[in-house]
């Protein structure tokens, strides 16, 4: 893993300005956020600078404003959410550069917090125009990035600013690089990886980056159907993309040359109508799948057998579902592999890694999500990293 500058690394913060990316990217429902967890896991940068004395601004983004001023999309708008979390008030500062910033500045107290407003407001921000990032910088003393949910973006506040000002990762960038580099960057093997999901064409570079990585590559979800339709199975009326099987059989050539084993299920569980509990539900063979049928989740026999190569390994990285587990009872098997892997990393033999919306609502649907090594929920970030790709917000941050 690339070296990097953590908050450890700074000094004697007394009346510094701590210009501070953090996601406050919050859902909102009749003016309140619904969902404050980005708030909770920004919380101890926050906290921590504000102890040692410095005069922290928060810079994030909110929503798709296209570069105007909209009132519905300010910053403003979450100041409530965030004092709710941090147990502390917010100075509320309606520009992110310039004389009003910097008069804010001279009033804030050591220790004090402001929050400033949204940056997409402003169309250098997304431009990563570096005079933007330049103005901004001009009122700060150094720069955290707490946001790794925002490093797949080149923005002026995710990159730019970091060019001008001594940059930092705050404590839950350095939370998660740590984790990502346990998972794929040096990790204990061996390694599997999940990639879940509906679409093979969603996933594509992600599964050519792991094949190279891991010695274990777990497809489920409706992805799962296009590599058995590779492999000559007729999937009846399942969700597949048809189109894609040569790259499917390209994919699984790749891995086989690279010493990687892709797992895909043996027995499938099926219906004729994909709705909770239907009356044509069963569970057959991969090869006994009817024309008018659709496989809707792997069968308890590939359930089992993934259990066991879960056994063998040190590290795993997940991303994606194994079946539509958001509908009874095709998360039968999700929630079991799910709380395999909480056991397993709870008894120390498991490094587990796992991102990505549906990957956190299926632990939580589970009840095992304080029970797995890390979960991020990055989204785009997460997905760009497993796909091998440079986040141009990490790398800046790099020493």
Known sequence: MAAFKTLDDLGDLTGKVALVRVDLNLPMKDGSATDVTRVEAVKPTILELSEKGAKVLLLAHFGRPG?????VLSTSMVVGDVEGVIDKELMFIPEVAGPVVEQSIGILRNGDIGLLENT?????????DPNFAQAIAANGDFYVNDAFSAAHRAHATTEGIAHFLP????????????ALDAALGSPEQPVAAVVGGAKVSTKLAVLENLVGKVQHLIIGGGMAN?????????????LC??????????IMDEADHAGCTVHLPYDVVVSKEFAPNPPSLRTCNVHEVAEDEMILDIGPGATEALADV???????VWNGPLGAFETEPFDTATMAFARHVAALTQEGSLISV???????AALAQAGVTGDVTYISTAGGAFLEW???KVLPGVAALEA
């Open 226 to 238: 296009t590599f058995l339709a590779a492999r000559g199975v007729d999937v009846g009326k399942s």
């Open 120 to 128: 997409r407001f402003w169309t250098g921000e997304e431009a990563n």
């Open 67 to 71: 570069g105007k001023r909209s009132s």
């Open 354 to 360: 796992a991102g990505g919306g549906d990957t956190v």
């Open 310 to 316: 879960l056994k063998t390994c040190r590290t795993l």
């Open 241 to 250: 993309e048809h189109d894609l099987t040569g790259t499917a059989s390209k």
């Open 386 to 388: 497993m796909e091998g």
């Open 167 to 178: 940059a930092y990762a705050g404590r839950a960038m350095e939370k998660e690089l740590k």
